[in-house]
């Protein structure tokens, strides 16, 4: 007991989610996300399945979708992602603020 379960990986291909290309896999799951994504107390074998849409460009899974062999499922999916450097205004010091420097050179 304790040992590794095998982790079969089927590949899924690729799609465009929110304008992005990325790329899936299924593969059955025996961890803690595994088991909130289809809902399950207590894994065993073959109980869960996780399809997961992986975007290269962005280095990040925009899609899970986590079942278990009676069809009830769980999903993640990222939306409106935004591709673009955010605005300067995020990073401005607002106005009225002061920097103090109390220290001695």
């Known amino acids: 007991g304790g040992g590794m379960l095998p982790r079969p990986i089927t590949s899924l291909g690729s799609k465009q989610i929110e ?6 896999t ?3 799951d025996y961890s803690a996300l595994g088991l909130i994504l289809a809902g399950i107390r207590r894994p065993f074998p073959g109980s869960i399945t996780i399809d997961s849409w992986f975007a290269a460009d962005l280095k990040v899974v925009l899609s899970m979708e986590g079942r278990d062999k009676y069809s009830n ?14 605005s300067v205004t995020l990073f401005a010091i607002p106005p009225g603020y002061t920097v103090i420097d109390h220290r001695t050179h």
């Open 73 to 86: 499922s769980r999903s993640l999916r990222l939306v409106n992602i935004v591709q673009a450097e955010p």
């Open 26 to 28: 299924s593969a059955p």
């Open 19 to 24: 304008g992005i290309t990325v790329t899936g």
